[in-house]
Structures are given as structure tokens and as C-alpha cells.
Nanobody, 121 residues
């Protein structure tokens, strides 16, 4: 079984920073793309950023220049550094990864449980 566990969320003032982490564990052979999504109350889940296994990245327009996604393949961990946070960034942040287990030749999309980020004065 594979697990994704996020951490690093919390309450922060507008203009502040947070760093989210998401560690994958279990019988993992390889991880391809890793992503961060977010879901605000009453809204659909939206893609925030994506990083491939070789480190190429993509960002949603609403976070460009403020958020940075990175990964440590030796730790099966993806990070999201967030600066200049705004109240509209308030949401539950989820990590998602395409994971191949040792017992399979397929990649499965796995999700973490989410971590709350609240930006408020």
C-alpha cells in the first residue's frame, strides 16, 4: 500500500509564507509526476503546480511568481514553497502523485489527505 502524507499547513498573515511537504511511503518502485491541488470551500479542486520526475515544472497562473514546487526523489517527497500569501489562497491543499508499485507495471494516481492553509489577519 502507498500513502501520501502532507504537512506544513497552518494559519498565516497576508503576505506571509508557508512550506508544504508531502511524503510518499510504501512499496514504491517509481514516482512520475507529482502535483499540488487545492480546494477552497464551495469551489472545485484546482491544480496549483506540477513537477515531473526530471524536475520540469508547471504552475497555475494565479500562483506564478509566488509558489515554487520542488521534489527530493531520494525521499519520495514533494514540496510547495508559498510566499506572499493572499486570503484567496485559503484552501485545503492536496498532493497527488503517479506512483508505480513494485507489484505492478502501471502507474496509479494517489492522493494525500490534505492540509489546511488559512491566510487571514
Amino acid at each position: 500500500q502507498v500513502q501520501l502524507v502532507e504537512s506544513g499547513g497552518g494559519l498565516v498573515l497576508p503576505g506571509g509564507s508557508l512550506r508544504l511537504s508531502c511524503a510518499a511511503s510504501g512499496s514504491i518502485f517509481r514516482i512520475n509526476d507529482m502535483r499540488w491541488y487545492r480546494q477552497a470551500p464551495g469551489k472545485q479542486r484546482e491544480l496549483v503546480a506540477r513537477i515531473s520526475s526530471d524536475g520540469s515544472t508547471n504552475y497555475a497562473d494565479f500562483v506564478k511568481g509566488r509558489f515554487t514546487i520542488s521534489r527530493d526523489n531520494s525521499k519520495n517527497t514533494v514540496y510547495l514553497q508559498m510566499i506572499n500569501l493572499k486570503p484567496e489562497d485559503t484552501a485545503v491543499y492536496y498532493c497527488n502523485a503517479d506512483i508505480r508499485r513494485y507489484s505492478s507495471t502501471y502507474y496509479y494516481s494517489s492522493w494525500g489527505q490534505g492540509t489546511q492553509v488559512t491566510v487571514s489577519s
